[in-house]
């Protein structure tokens, strides 16, 4: 009597549709504004205070030149959007997960329209980013010499370089968001609280272990040799990372 729904289940589980991923890819895009309405926002409001701070100083100081604004590269305002994409990731499966499911997703049909609707506003922030970046630097910092878009690494190394770093940290960030979802989906507040203590300790250990051993330099005179590319390839690897882990964890998650 049980033979049959038993091998029902497995099959339900086993087999594979585009058609169940995509129903996961629009319930997410329900509200569209969360993933391209709200980080252009952010993105739009430091590009306004970036300008006005530009205006201020040109204003109180009529000589300074473009080379005297070359210290407003270390304005982190490019990144702003980072802290908000962290809250989507866990937004994104806290809010969806139980209805998938109710719906007759499953597990992994659920994982990967959550990657796909992550790859995609990855993606789209990148090429936005990295378009500006080009547009802040042919308009002379939009014909002030500000600069919002061209700052930290972005602008050194070209439009190719510019988009894949942006996209390898909008993936890391919006994965980080999702595996802490799902490791609270699965243990709740007890888990929560032993992977944030275990983080923290393979952090602190490292840096003690390299504080100790003296091996800072040699570290970033490594990072210095892979460049942006090899570092955003091992912030890419963490998405990676990330995202096999929320698989696995939320493959034992339960609905509540």
Known sequence: MTAVPISAAVVREDRFRFSDVARVVKLHFVNPSIYFGVPWLILGGAWALSVLITLIIRGASPAVTAEDMEGMRNSWAVISPQWYLVVVGVQAVAFTFNFALGLGSTRRDYWLGTSLVFLVVAAE?????????????ATGGWWLGAHMFDA??????????????????????????????????????????VSGAGL????????????????????????????????????????????ALGYVVIRRATPR
């Open 125 to 137: 922030m990148a090429t936005g980013i990295a378009l500006l970046v080009q547009l802040e630097q």
């Open 152 to 193: 930290l690494w972005f602008g050194i190394d070209g439009f190719w370089v510019d988009w894949f770093s942006a996209f390898a940290l909008q993936l890391f960030v919006l994965f980080v968001g999702a595996a802490a979802t799902t490791i609270y989906l699965r243990w709740r507040m007890a888990g929560m609280l």
């Open 200 to 243: 923290l300790l393979l952090v602190v250990g490292g840096i003690a272990i390299a504080t100790f051993t003296e091996t800072w330099p040699e570290i970033f005179a490594w990072l210095g040799e892979i460049g942006i590319v090899g570092v955003f390839t091992l912030v890419l690897g963490l998405a990676v990372v990330s995202a």
